[in-house]
């Protein structure tokens, strides 16, 4: 059988679809990450606290370690937001391309039917032909 005209188009938006998965799975992959980093973030601050005794100097600098962590998760949440809002962008994109691939390929499909049908009633056309000479010659 020949080839369907959509058959190109399907292979383009199959591409496509490969490249939006690829790009979703490392959306998911930096989500991950980032959620991971904040995590870790969080559970260093809880294992901070500050001194009950000792010189103003150590009071001081175990402050400036919390306040450092504080901006530590402060930077990892705002990753975390850019993380989530690329992932929902790339998501819609993916969605999309498969739309687009579903659509070709469901148009490829029922043009290989139309012409599947068409071949068969060439064959019964012609098998009713062969079968109307070969009566006609039995005949005779």
Known sequence: MSKSRY???VKLKK???DTAERALIGANNALSSASDKLNRA???LSHM???THGSVGEFTQATSMIHTQHQTIEQAQQTLRLA???QRQVRERFKAAM???EKFKYLEVQEMNARLKHLKTQEAKMLDEIGTM???KEAL
């Open 84 to 86: 989530e809002e690329r």
């Open 49 to 51: 606290s500050l001194p």
């Open 134 to 136: 070969t009566y006609r």
């Open 99 to 101: 739309i687009d691939y």
């Open 7 to 9: 058959e190109p188009l």
């Open 15 to 17: 591409k496509a679809l």
């Open 42 to 44: 969080y559970e260093e």
